[in-house]
């Protein structure tokens, strides 16, 4: 058994935005992470949503942050969206693109034409993240969808992280056509669906692999579908109070503040936490005891450690808003984490 949470699993899968880098800043000690496992001889994949870049792209632009990657490592949204439509359209057929160019070579790589205007009658729509999309395009995307057109997502990510927070992903384009057309899509490709995990597996004929991602909805959920372990780090969109309230699709197997997370031992990581304010409720420092409207939480320690605990009697029905501070830190860490003060 080995003494460190990565040392468990014969493949490691990465998501990229809010894990490895924030758009175009690799995320401190991402780098040496990979290097580390990779000197322990720990195969590694990168998953991503972002349908803005292919797979060779994103191995230079991975090399140039000091992530060594190569383009087989890499499985992108936009690849597999367009050997989905290879698989389901006929050779040549128009596809009309919406994103960026790389979603558009994907598409012609597939054997498939890329077009732009509805009135090339295209028999489908793929739409992926493109930082240029406007209007224009998307007016033909909905014309065309309304005219028969099979509507493809490359993913539904209704942001994408930065450094100055949050910004519009590809799902929020998605729903600009939803709300014109007042559908959904016809196909949703990549995570929370399972298919970018589940080839990352088995071109590394992996059998206990894990997935690292930041986001519940896409990354969490979809290794949860795939029947995967994961591990949630907080370097990306979702955050605490995210975690604390998630459903039983969307929670992780372990939580870390950052991927150093991987070379501590499991149990460190591992939620939840038994909970429920009884004998033993503590961990790290920080102590949980039940009340009679909720849980108290006292002492100090770590923030993981903190919400380790906390998941244990919020993902067994303790609503959030039920739980109070009975220390300073405990105090200042709820309210860091956006959580409404109790009294």
Known sequence: MSDHLAGGYDLVIFDLDGVVFLIDRP???????IDQLRSGATPIAFATNNASRRAADVAALLTGMGVNAEPAEVLTSAGA?????????????PVLVVGAEALRAEVRDAGLTPVDSAEDEPVAVVQGYGPEVGWKILAEAVVAVRAGATWFATNTDRTLPSPRGPLPGNGSLVAVLRTALDRDPDVVVGKPQPGLFRTAAAQSRAERPLTVGDRLDTDIQGAVTAGMDSLLVLTGVSGPADLLTAPEDRRPTYVAADMSGLFRPADEARLPVTGGGGPGDEIGGWRLTRNADGVELDGSGTPVDALRLLCGVTWTGVPVTAITAGSTDARELLASWNLPEQH
């Open 27 to 33: 995320i401190p000690g991402a780098a040496e992470a």
């Open 81 to 93: 969206a367009a050997a989905l439509l290879a698989e389901r359209l006929p050779a040549g057929a």
